[in-house]
């Protein structure tokens, strides 16, 4: 199964050694030549035996990895949107050295457990609690100007859930000093909680 196109624009130009024609069945290439690229087109294939999702890009000629197993069920929900957030964080600052090891035939970096977009209450003050950083969140509120801490309390304390890139998270990350890997990481750990 593929979504719709989606693309995947870079902030600026890069330059990669492509293959230049195709080779014979069970071959690697033998000529490349450069290209410079500023977009890709992406197209997302979904399989369902494997579970996996991979990101399609011509003309870079093999599909990049960008959900396993454990991740495609949550995953095969996402808007082509998200996928091509995903393929930007797998990519990273410099998305030359991937992009070009998978023109070469090369071994690409397995990618790192997706980030919930969001978590109930629950599963961020269990992991909070394990981390010893409860009470440290709870005292982050109570310093949030007005009418930010009224919200963060209310959201908090409800039943909703936590949006990784909504104002509460970001609010009390900015508030404990937290980096965005930090926060990425507890919103994994927060989500494989098993009850």
Known sequence: ???????????HSITIN???????IGTMPTQFGERTI?????????????????AEMPPI??????????????????????HVERV???LGEDPVITLQALANGDPVQPPKP??????????????????????????????LPEPQRTIVTLAWNGDAKLA???QTVIALAAA????????????????????
């Open 1 to 11: 199964m593929n979504f719709n196109l989606a693309k995947l624009v870079f902030d």
């Open 18 to 24: 492509l293959p230049i024609g195709r080779p014979r």
């Open 38 to 54: 500023t977009e890709l087109d992406c197209c997302f294939t979904l399989n369902t035996v494997t579970r996996t999702i991979h």
């Open 61 to 82: 000629p093999r599909p990049l990895l960008i959900y396993g197993p454990a991740d495609f069920a949550a995953a095969a929900a996402d808007t082509p949107e998200q």
């Open 88 to 90: 930007r964080s797998i």
């Open 114 to 143: 997706r980030v919930p977009p969001e978590i109930p209450n629950w599963r961020a003050k269990a992991i909070l609690s394990q981390m010893g950083m409860l009470e440290k969140i709870e005292t982050a509120m109570e310093s």
């Open 164 to 166: 990784r890139n909504g």
């Open 176 to 195: 404990l000093g937290l980096s965005s890997l930090q926060v990425d990481d507890l919103f994994v750990a927060a989500e494989a909680i098993q009850v």
